[in-house]
Every structure is written in structure tokens, then in C-alpha cells.
């Protein structure tokens, strides 16, 4: 063997083994003034820093809880930083590589389970399961093709005798919210299991549909678990630059490329060349625009930070229902606190997060779909992106109340 192939092998090796984070930390600061700020927003250009709230250093203003994940090596630039600048710092993940072991305490059997994580193959095996089994309640759509030619999936649960009313919930958007597609599963186990048994899933089931997807980003989920558990955007390298994949929920058509997001590829809000340029963003976009007189409801899964939110998130502006999602927003979080005492914040994406362009609630609520909800579920950063299993049930639980509530309000006013 050569030289030259032997590096080659030693290179591919490198390539296809998944990134470690042996001592990587996350780091927790809370600026207290503009100077703190810009000390804040100018690391990323001292070092690589995997921002994990907000999405990105852009969004950073003071008194925020901002949460960031840096290498081993790098943690010390860090830590020198933010000392010689005086600004106060938690360390909140001492070694990241040992907390993703972590997260695993689940069910430990081999199959599919409804507590905990499963790689994308298992999901992609019981869409198919679950809808052959239920055959009368569940049918499997698909919408479309990913980036690396995977296909997505959505499942139709209800109703299915007319035409009639929708609700598009979605999940597995960003690759590393691991409980979201937990969430989407969980849903569709429970809508089977209680129809017919409890009151209001049956009346939601038999007066409307459910369109599930219940993960987007198949490539970044995939890439998630297979190279790098901390990947968020999908696996486009349509930028032809040396940095991959695109933010999808920077890529739909609405306020694309303004507010916030990135035009540089190699940032995690990188909103792509064009709205819709992703086939992901252009799976979910077309099938809601071919069904928009029956949809009357959006739902996205991300995490973390326990939040309901509702548009605007491109602009302060309110819509003209503003009172009606704020009072349906504060009633879902009520129904969430209901179950295990978990506080939800609510409110517009604008108001209570910080601005955003391009994303999937504002641009399916100007599609006139007026109930327009992003879901961020546990935690609030104990955990952040490494929920663990054991969460799994009690989050699924919670959100459940707080989705059916959705649902059967969306039903009643729109008869
Ligand atoms: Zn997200």
C-alpha cells in the first residue's frame, strides 16, 4: 500500500469517527452591561464556541442567560477572558463527553421504545409499523426527500372521511433537540392508545387530523448520532463553501436573510442561499400550502429553554389575534404547570426570546394559519440538549395537555 493510500485510510478514519468531548465545558454568563455584551459577542472570533441559548452570539444582550460549549483547549482562553474582564461565569457541563454517556438511562432494550431516543432508522421503521397496524386511524405520507436523499415522512392520524380540519405539528427540525422527535412519537402513541377510551382525544380524532412529521432534519439527526451529538443545522453544502448545513428554521420564506439570521455558511443561523432553498424547508412548505384550507393549527418541537411561543418573530409588531394566542398560550402553560409544577414563559417569539427571520411559525401564520405555535420544551439548561431519558415520560406528559388543549380549542372555534 502506498504512502499516499495508507493517509488517505488514516484520514477517512479520522473523518467517519464520531467527535469526542472529553472535558469540553458549557459555559453560563450573564452580561450585566453593553460591555459585558461585546466582550460576550466577540469570542467567536477568538475561538469556536457552540452557542446553545440563544442560537447564536448575534442575539446576545445583557441580562440574558447565555449558555455556550467550547473544547477543552479552549476553555482556558475562555476563563481568561471573562476573568480579565471581571465578568463573573458558571460552569455548568465540566465534561460533555461523560454527561452524553449520561443521558442514556433509559429503557436499555434494543428496539424501539416510546422512553427513550432512537436512532433514525428505528423511527423511520415504526412510521411504517405504526401505520400498518392501525391502519383505519394512522396512514403514512411521504413529503418529500432530504438533502442526502432520506426520505420524510408524516403521519395522518384522525379522521381521515373528508377533506376537513388539520393541525401540522412537526419535530426533529434542529438535529441536537433530541426530545423533540421523543415528542412527536409520543404523541402518536397516544392518540392511538386513548381514542375511543378518553373524551377529548376521541372528539379531536373523529372531527379532525393530525399531520405529523416527526423529524425534519433526518440528515442532522443522523449526523447527531453518528459524528456530532451538538449538530443542529441539516447537511446541505449547498453553499459551496468548506461549511456545512443550513438553518432550516432560518429558510422559510418570511423576512428571509433579515432581523437575525446569517448569511455566513459556517454559522449555526446560516439561513441558506434563498428561502426555501433547502429540500427539507421546501418538504414542509408545500405540503402546508396544499392543504391550507384545511390546516388550522401549526405546532413545532424544539428545545430547550420551556417556552410557548407565537409570532411575530420577525418583527414587535403584534398580529391582529395577539390577545387570543397570548390568552391560548397562557392556558397551555397553565395545563403544563398543572402536571408536574413546570414553569413554561410565553408570549411572542420577538418579545420574549429576541428577534428572528425566516422561521416556520411566522411564515405559517402569513400562509393565514392564525394559530401559530413554537414549542420549546425541557429543560431550562441543567440539562439543555442532554435531557435525559428518564425525562422522557414527564415532558411527553406535560405537553400533552397542553397540545390537546390546543387542538380542541382550534376545533371549537373553527366549526
Ligand atoms: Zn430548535
Redesign the pocket.
Known amino acids: 500500500m502506498s504512502l499516499l493510500a495508507l493517509d488517505m485510510m488514516t484520514i477517512t478514519c479520522v473523518f467517519i469517527s464520531a467527535l469526542r468531548f472529553d472535558s469540553a465545558k458549557v459555559f453560563r454568563v450573564k452580561p450585566q452591561n453593553e460591555k459585558e455584551v461585546s466582550v460576550m459577542k466577540s469570542l467567536p472570533s477568538l475561538i469556536k464556541v457552540d452557542f446553545w441559548y440563544p442560537d447564536s452570539a448575534l442575539h446576545i444582550v445583557k441580562q440574558m442567560e447565555v449558555d455556550f460549549h467550547v473544547s477543552a483547549e479552549q476553555s482556558n482562553t475562555v476563563e481568561r477572558v471573562l476573568k480579565q474582564n471581571g465578568i463573573p461565569y458558571q460552569i455548568i457541563f465540566d465534561n460533555l463527553q461523560e454527561d452524553i454517556k449520561k443521558q442514556l438511562d433509559g429503557d436499555k432494550n434494543d428496539g424501539h421504545s416510546y422512553e427513550k431516543y432512537n436512532e433514525w432508522d428505528k423511527i423511520s421503521d415504526w412510521t411504517a409499523r405504526i401505520a400498518k397496524s392501525n391502519s383505519t386511524l394512522v396512514s403514512r405520507i411521504q413529503i418529500g426527500k432530504t438533502f442526502e436523499n432520506r426520505p420524510i415522512f408524516l403521519l395522518q392520524i384522525g379522521n381521515k372521511s373528508g377533506e376537513g380540519k388539520a393541525i401540522f405539528m412537526d419535530c426533529g ?2 438535529a441536537r ?1 433530541w426530545i423533540s422527535p421523543a415528542f412527536c412519537q409520543w404523541f402518536v402513541k397516544e392518540a392511538i392508545s386513548t381514542y375511543g377510551k378518553d373524551r377529548d382525544m376521541t372528539y379531536i380524532l373523529d372531527n379532525m387530523n393530525f399531520y405529523i412529521v416527526p423529524i425534519v432534519n433526518i440528515d442532522g439527526y443522523v449526523w447527531s448520532w453518528t459524528q456530532n451529538r451538538f449538530w443542529r443545522k441539516n447537511r446541505s453544502n449547498a453553499s459551496q463553501s468548506n461549511c456545512i448545513g443550513v438553518d432550516i ?1 432560518r429558510n422559510f420564506d418570511v423576512a428571509w436573510s433579515t432581523a437575525d439570521s446569517s448569511r455566513n455558511p459556517c454559522e449555526e443561523t446560516y439561513c441558506g442561499f434563498a428561502p426555501e432553498s433547502e429540500p427539507e424547508t421546501k418538504a414542509v412548505a408545500s405540503f402546508i400550502r396544499s392543504h391550507l384550507s384545511s390546516i388550522k393549527g401549526y405546532l413545532t418541537m ?2 430547550y429553554s420551556q417556552m410557548i411561543l407565537f409570532p411575530f418573530g420577525y418583527t414587535y409588531e403584534k398580529t391582529a389575534n395577539y390577545n387570543e394566542l397570548n390568552e391560548l398560550a397562557k392556558r397551555a402553560v397553565n395545563a403544563i404547570a398543572s402536571l408536574y409544577g413546570k414553569v413554561y414563559k410565553y408570549g411572542t417569539s420577538a418579545s420574549t426570546i429576541y428577534l428572528s427571520s425566516g422561521c416556520s411559525d411566522d411564515w405559517v401564520f402569513n400562509q393565514g394559519i392564525k394559530y401559530s405555535f413554537t414549542f420549546e420544551l425541557r429543560d431550562k439548561g441543567k440539562y439543555g440538549f442532554l435531557l435525559p431519558e428518564s425525562q422522557i415520560k414527564p415532558t411527553c406528559q406535560e405537553i400533552m395537555l397542553a397540545v390537546k388543549l390546543i387542538a380542541s380549542y382550534i376545533l371549537n372555534k373553527t366549526l
Open positions: 427540525v434542529h433537540e428554521n424544539h428545545s
